[in-house]
């Protein structure tokens, strides 16, 4: 089994940077990538970005690109999400997935298809 545990969030103001840790625990070799996804009070799920384990390739929402970065040290089983120039829409629980599919290995999406999850940490960008 494979657990993932998210860390690093709290409450930052506008303009701020946090940044969000996701430990694996059981890492396998059929692990392709991991993704981190939010959820604002009253939306829907969204993905934020993502990064294959093995070659690093990343993708990211439109609504976060040029603000975040994810990155991952496989030696210590943890993807990082570095996120800069907070504003109060990127409040929400942040959570870290893990993608199976064989395909994940060359390139990751921030669609349907994750099967294990974190519980989630939460940010709040507040004045």
């Known amino acids: 089994q494979l657990q993932l545990v998210e860390s690093g969030g709290g409450l930052v103001q506008p303009g701020g940077s946090l940044r969000l840790s996701c430990v694996a625990s059981?890492?396998?070799?059929?692990?392709?990538?991991i993704g981190w996804f939010r959820q604002a009070a009253g939306k829907e799920r969204e993905g934020v970005s993502c990064?294959?384990?093995?070659?690093?390739?990343?993708n990211y929402a439109d609504s976060v690109k040029g603000r975040f970065t994810i990155s991952r040290d496989n030696a210590k089983n943890t993807v990082y999400l570095q996120m800069n120039s907070l504003k109060p829409e990127d409040t929400a629980v942040y959570y870290c997935?893990?993608?199976?599919?064989?395909?994940?290995?060359?390139?990751?999406?921030?669609?349907?298809?994750?099967?294990?999850w974190g519980q989630g940490t939460q940010v709040t960008v507040s004045s």
């Open positions: 990064i294959t384990s093995r070659g690093g390739s990343t």
């Open positions: 997935a893990a993608d199976f599919r064989p395909f994940s290995r060359s390139y990751c999406t921030l669609l349907r298809g994750y099967g294990s």
């Open positions: 059981g890492f396998t070799t059929e692990l392709g990538a």
